[in-house]
């Protein structure tokens, strides 16, 4: 019920910028993401330790509701590999994992300058759904002792992303957009299933990271519409 009101607050939100305002710039962007161990404790796996840097995109807009003020909304998703060697099994089988997740985000940003370079930092909070993937290959498939086993974990999450950037005019009706962040999605449950292997039960801890923090670094441009 939080997850639907969550949404539904932020549809409301983006839809009154989008189409209530004359000020406003659409565009894209695309970047990296790094995975960090930030918010762990010294004995906790963190998400760097399970997953590698990876690529986002994401659909953007922005309503300045001053010089240096503006509202926007940021809708994409993202897709990071597993961290093979934390997952190395040595000779027993092959480990393959990724992490991918869609956003749905409103920001606020405040702008130092309204010159031809726009430094500026400000905050995005939203929603995230996670899809967690993970698939053990037995390197014993087809024997007595094949233990190969396949799980997805899919959540909702909320997120909430402090972010610093420069606009750069192009011209008129064009912007250059470079911005870093730090996502921070907390509190993944730490799902447990329960296998047969050889005639034994065997417990599988998913998302053993918790956090899924991340660095955010993309470029992108907007366009006056």
Same mark, same amino acid.
């Given at each position: 019920m939080r997850t639907?009101? $969550?949404l539904l607050v932020l549809i409301l939100a983006v839809s009154s910028m989008a189409y209530g305002q004359k000020d406003v710039w659409m565009g894209g962007n695309v970047g990296f993401s790094v995975p960090s161990n930030i918010g762990?404790? /010294?004995d906790q796996i963190g998400f760097r330790d399970v997953a590698k840097s990876g690529f986002q995109m994401a659909f953007t807009g922005r309503w300045f509701y001053n010089k240096r003020l503006s509202l926007g909304w940021d809708v994409g998703g993202q897709f990071?590999? /597993?961290n093979k060697d934390f997952w190395d099994v040595n000779n027993f089988g092959t480990v393959t994992s990724n992490y991918s997740a869609l956003? $749905? $985000?409103?920001e /606020? @940003? #405040? #702008?130092f300058s309204h010159q031809e370079i726009k430094p500026y930092c400000g905050v995005s909070f939203g929603a995230y759904i996670l899809f967690n993937t993970m698939t053990f290959d037995s390197a014993y498939t087809g024997t007595d002792a094949d233990a190969s086993v396949s799980y997805k974990a899919n959540q909702w999450k909320p997120g909430f992303k402090p972010q610093a950037g420069l606009l750069i005019d192009l011209s008129k009706r064009a912007m250059f957009d470079i911005k870093t962040g730090f996502v921070l999605i907390p509190n $993944?449950?730490?799902t447990v299933s329960t296998v047969i292997e050889n005639g034994w039960p065997k417990t599988i801890i998913? @998302?053993?990271h918790g956090h899924q923090h991340q660095w955010v670094i993309s470029i992108g441009l907007l366009f006056l519409i």
């Open positions: 639907h009101t $969550l762990r404790s /010294g990071q590999d /597993g956003h $749905l $985000l409103v /606020g @940003n #405040y #702008y $993944l449950e730490e998913q @998302n053993p």
